[in-house]
């Protein structure tokens, strides 16, 4: 356990060092965020590039912790797949951060980092049927793979919204997976300390994203974090309803946002809004501070929830946030026809 303790903090102290030599950069750059009056709320420039912090800290240390992570079932392949990946992001990242590209042009790296996985032999044999048993995928594996990391990278990228969001939620599911992997039924300390070194990278950023945020993740980073989420619950065993059940409030949201769009006549894809929901609770007057907290407390809810269920108890806990998630739409709904009719 000493060992886990001392990755931690070299992982978090390394992570806020390299945020202020990414501010430093970024202001040099000119590589800044400037507020506006309806989706950007905070008082000033503030740099972006954040997740150039992250990406570095994380791969550094899984570098020279790599003995520990080839213990398992896990080859360098893998690991090189996953690294890869997250290159394109970061500079599919850098450039959207500089030069504001078109969406057309953002997706493409998104892609490439799903296609560098996929190349790397990473792959879901199979998933628990909550009723008994397994569901083997076979072929279907490279499919659902793109469509779960592509879920995660979008969700991740439209959450980030208000400071601290995304790094906080991304810092409770790994470390979620962390204890999961850690544990005596499903022990895979290679996963563990992946998940751990995430973790840590993730709180130490935190420490300059908190409201009022010094930095911001970037395109790159509020990318990665949804992809390396993504990742280490397909390679800690498929067990993706961990995540599910941790970013469940936020997964749902991007999906409803999609539909509402879609309904619009609008491109979901294309078209950006403030009526996510982390958006509707600042509009109620809940704060930045107070909604970040809110979400956290979800998830951290949820995602503990999920170390104790089998498969059939992680289905109803998804079935019981989707029902959530269908009243506060019903809720925000009545709300927007109140404030027409008056």
Same mark, same amino acid.
């Given at each position: *356990?000493?060992?886990?303790?001392?990755?931690?903090?070299?992982?978090?102290?390394?992570?806020?060092?390299?945020?202020?030599?990414?501010?430093?950069?970024?202001?040099?750059?000119?590589?800044?965020?400037?507020?506006?009056?309806?989706?950007?709320?905070?008082?000033?420039?503030?740099?972006?590039?954040?997740?150039?912090?992250?990406?570095?800290?994380?791969?550094?240390?899984?570098?020279?912790?790599?003995?520990?992570?080839?213990?398992?079932?896990l080859?360098?392949?893998?690991?090189?797949?996953?690294?890869?990946?997250?290159?394109?992001? *970061?500079?599919?990242?850098?450039?959207?951060?500089?030069?504001?590209?078109?969406?057309?042009?953002?997706?493409?790296?998104?892609v490439?980092?799903?296609g560098?996985?996929?190349?790397?032999?990473?792959?879901?044999?199979?998933?628990?049927?909550?009723? %008994?048993?397994?569901?083997?995928?076979?072929?279907?594996?490279?499919?659902?793979?793109?469509?779960?990391?592509?879920? *995660?990278?979008?969700?991740?990228?439209?959450?980030?919204g208000?400071?601290?969001?995304v790094?906080?939620?991304?810092?409770?599911?790994?470390?979620?997976?962390?204890?999961?992997?850690?544990s005596?039924?499903?022990?895979?300390?290679d996963? %563990?300390?992946?998940?751990?070194?995430?973790?840590?990278?993730?709180?130490?950023?935190?420490?300059?994203?908190?409201?009022?945020?010094?930095?911001?993740?970037?395109?790159?980073?509020?990318?990665?974090?949804?992809?390396?989420?993504?990742?280490?619950?397909?390679?800690?065993?498929g067990?993706?309803?961990?995540?599910?059940?941790?970013? %469940?409030?936020?997964?749902?949201?991007?999906?409803?946002?999609?539909?509402?769009?879609?309904?619009?006549?609008?491109?979901p894809?294309?078209?950006?809004?403030?009526?996510?929901?982390?958006?509707?609770?600042?509009? *109620?007057?809940?704060?930045? =501070? =107070?909604?970040?907290?809110?979400?956290?407390g979800?998830?951290?809810?949820?995602?503990l929830?999920?170390?104790?269920?089998q498969?059939?108890?992680?289905?109803?806990?998804?079935?019981?946030?989707?029902?959530?998630?269908?009243?506060?739409?019903?809720?925000?709904?009545?709300?927007?026809?109140?404030s027409?009719?008056?």
């Amino acid at each position: *356990m000493l060992y886990y303790i001392q990755i931690f903090i070299i992982t978090l102290f390394l992570t806020v060092g390299l945020a202020f030599l990414v501010i430093k950069l970024a202001k040099k750059l000119k590589i800044t965020d400037k507020p506006d009056e309806e989706r950007k709320i905070h008082a000033r420039e503030v740099p972006l590039l954040g997740g150039l912090a992250i990406f570095a800290a994380f791969f550094i240390i899984l570098y020279f912790t790599r003995d520990n992570l080839l213990t398992g079932n896990l080859l360098p392949r893998h690991w090189l797949g996953f690294f890869v990946g997250a290159c394109f992001l *970061m500079a599919g990242g850098f450039l959207d951060d500089k030069y504001n590209l078109k969406p057309a042009w953002q997706i493409i790296w998104p892609v490439l980092a799903i296609g560098s996985v996929i190349a790397g032999s990473v792959q879901i044999e199979k998933i628990t049927n909550p009723f %008994g048993g397994f569901i083997y995928l076979g072929a279907v594996s490279a499919a659902l793979i793109a469509f779960w990391l592509l879920g *995660m990278m979008y969700t991740t990228k439209l959450l980030d919204g208000l400071d601290g969001l995304v790094s906080g939620m991304t810092a409770i599911g790994s470390f979620i997976i962390f204890l999961f992997t850690m544990s005596d039924k499903y022990y895979q300390p290679d996963i %563990g300390l992946a998940a751990l070194i995430l973790a840590a990278a993730s709180m130490g950023f935190l420490f300059l994203n908190w409201h009022p945020a010094k930095i911001f993740l970037g395109e790159g980073g509020s990318l990665f974090l949804g992809y390396a989420l993504g990742v280490l619950s397909i390679i800690s065993g498929g067990k993706i309803a961990i995540a599910l059940l941790v970013m %469940g409030i936020p997964i749902l949201d991007v999906a409803w946002t999609i539909v509402r769009r879609l309904v619009a006549g609008k491109n979901p894809f294309r078209f950006a809004d403030n009526k996510h929901l982390h958006f509707r609770l600042l509009n *109620m007057g809940l704060g930045v =501070k =107070k909604s970040v907290l809110l979400f956290y407390g979800v998830s951290i809810i949820f995602g503990l929830a999920a170390l104790f269920l089998q498969s059939k108890g992680k289905a109803l806990a998804l079935i019981a946030l989707s029902v959530i998630m269908i009243l506060i739409v019903m809720f925000f709904a009545y709300l927007d026809r109140k404030s027409k009719v008056a």
